[in-house]
């Protein structure tokens, strides 16, 4: 069995998470735009069509999924058991579930009776995550329990906000739905546990990678019953549709084959995973014959189609990387190594303009082309302050 070596950093993989990081921003801001080209938007439900949009949390699974053979073996070269591994995952993953249960019942709505309004709790809830999960710097000294306290203070900070939400319907936070940081935190367990257990045999990634476009090909055919055991299986893992996992396990895969023709020369790399990306588009096309291309709908054209879309990006700026370009994407670099931290700014971003200062733009500076620049422009500042926070010793680090 092959010995994958995981140990090189791979600054295209960084370069990847954050340009998609920047598109997340770029595209979620599109609400506050009029006039935004149809291209760019969510299709609607039961469309059969792929925007921008509908793309960009694909790319991140995928990334996610590149970037989870890296971070285990970097743990086990550090002498960290297996065990200290499966907690860590377990943590890591709790993390992203609070903060997607946070972050889901913020959408929901807040009742004028909360004794705070809804821009104090988005600020708050963003230092209670920093509190609690920063990257504090490791130390022998005193200061170490300071940083417990911290951590302490943000807790108690999350069960205050808890305690006192109530949507505006006068109810309870809840599980309503996990939220992408909740999502990601399902496909990112599941995942890295194959992994971990799997480790080197490639087959083995192939045939978990296969087994979950199948099943997303069975729920796009919808052909379970909702009461089967089958079924009953799938919610308690919560592979959803198949979807999230199959990117994920998409991009564990993808790395592997990365690694495995680390020493070709690199025109016979860029033409190996050329023909990836295109095989995958054209069984996207195939699919696209029988079902539609649909991120609401999680169908098997718009996995299929998202996932050659990701290994296309990822062999652009690979080739870029190789040919001296690295540089190009230094304004974004704080987006793909403080990748949750940058998310998380644009909830503070929002309170601040929109609530406590209650900004107003003319109406031209929020259509057409000018929208589009504001929306750039925001995503750019996010990613400054981001930069920012992490020259601080400021990242959020599950």
Known sequence: MRDYDFTKRNTSIDILRALTMVLMIFVNDLWTVNDVPKWMQHANMNEDFLGLADVVFPLFLFVMGMSIPYAIKRR??????????????????????????????????????????????????????????NLYPKTDKQIRYLYEVLKIIGVLLLVFLAIVYRDENGEVMQVRWWGILGLIGWAYLVCSLIYLFVRNKISVILAFWVGFVILCLIKSSNIIPRESFINSFINIFQLGTGANVSFTMGGILFSMLLVKY???????????????????????????NYWIVSKNEATLPWVLYCLSIAVASYVIIDYLVYIGKASWFTLIKSAGTATLTCYLVPYVLYSLFYGIINASFPGWVISGVPGLIKSAVFAFLCVGITALLEQNKIKIKV
Do not use: C, P, Q
């Not at 709505?109 to 999960?133: A, P, Q, T």
């Not at 016979?268 to 696209?288: C, D, E, G, P, Q």
């Open 262 to 288: 680390w020493d070709l020369l690199n025109y016979k790399k860029i033409l190996y995973f050329v023909t990836i990306a295109l095989f995958l588009f054209l069984l996207a096309v195939i699919s696209n």
């Open 76 to 133: 086990f070269s550090k002498g960290y058991s297996e065990l200290s591994t499966i907690i860590h995952i377990l943590t890591r993953t709790f993390a992203l579930l609070i903060m997607g249960i946070f972050t889901v019942n913020t959408e929901i709505g807040f009742s004028r009776d909360m004794i705070i309004n809804r821009d104090s709790f988005l600020i708050l809830m963003v230092v209670g995550f920093l509190l609690i999960w």
